[in-house]
């Protein structure tokens, strides 16, 4: 069964870190591109990061540079997303999906993504 599960979320202050997994059970990730996705109430699903197969490329989103770091461990078969400098505007659901065909252009849009995991709350609050 292809199964993606996250972890890491949590309650943080504005200010504080927080590292996300996204772990792969049932296929090989290391075959994936793999893209972190967040989605506050009300608002519609927004691409936060991208790590292709290789690890080679990464992408983000112009709101989360120089704060947040995707990395993967494809021994571990397991995607981190590092998240640091939190922001109240950070807090949603986040979650991993993953993607067999790379790409540069649409890589923050959920609709090519082939598998997704269940999300994980992250609030940052004071």
């Known amino acids: 069964q292809v199964q993606l599960v996250e972890s890491g979320g949590g309650l943080v202050q504005p200010g504080g870190s927080l590292r996300l997994s996204c772990a792969a059970s049932?296929?090989?990730?290391?075959?994936?591109?793999i893209g972190w996705f967040r989605q506050a109430p009300g608002k519609e699903r927004e691409g936060v990061s991208y790590?292709?197969?290789?690890?080679?490329?990464?992408y983000y989103t112009d709101s989360v540079k120089g704060r947040f770091t995707i990395s993967r461990d494809n021994a571990k078969n397991t995607v981190y997303l590092q998240m640091n400098s939190l922001k109240p505007e950070d807090t949603a659901v986040y979650y991993c999906?993953?993607?067999?065909?790379?790409?540069?252009?649409?890589?923050?849009?959920?609709?090519?993504?082939?598998?997704w995991g269940q999300g994980t709350q992250v609030t940052v609050s004071s």
């Open positions: 049932g296929f090989r990730l290391d075959a994936y591109n």
């Open positions: 790590i292709s197969s290789s690890g080679a490329a990464t």
């Open positions: 999906a993953a993607r067999r065909r790379y790409s540069a252009t649409t890589w923050h849009l959920p609709q090519y993504y082939d598998y």
